[in-house]
């Protein structure tokens, strides 16, 4: 196994910068969540931003805004998610790649 492939997912995030902006642009109707048989969240986002201790959880900052939640969601899961992308100059920006 090379070294790239231990790096860890927080060593991942910490590659990208993020901008916290104040208006949420992801919002959860986390009670449909809890009907949601296939919760393809938790599995479709590289940077985890969807985890499930007893309810879903989701917490944006990290998010590297490939919308794949949104997708998911709305075809697999109960439809819960609202998502646009962050207001000008905030949201993600890579350091580097
Ligand atoms: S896929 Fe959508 S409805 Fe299902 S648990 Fe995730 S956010 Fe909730």
Redesign the pocket.
């Known amino acids: 196994m090379s070294t790239e492939e231990n790096v860890t997912l927080d060593k991942r995030l910490m590659l990208i910068n993020f901008a916290k902006d104040p208006e949420p642009f992801i919002v ?1 109707d ?1 009670e ?2 809890n009907s ?1 048989k ?5 599995y479709i986002c590289p940077a985890e931003v ?1 985890t499930w201790q007893e309810k ?1 959880n989701y917490n944006t900052e990290g998010c590297m805004e490939t919308g794949a939640c949104l997708i ?2 709305h075809k ?6 609202t998502w646009k992308y962050p207001s000008g100059g905030k949201g993600v920006a890579f350091k580097s790649g």
Do not use: D, M, R
């Open positions: 959860v986390t449909k969540c949601c296939t919760k393809p969240c938790l969807y879903l998911v969601c697999l899961g109960a439809a819960a998610i």
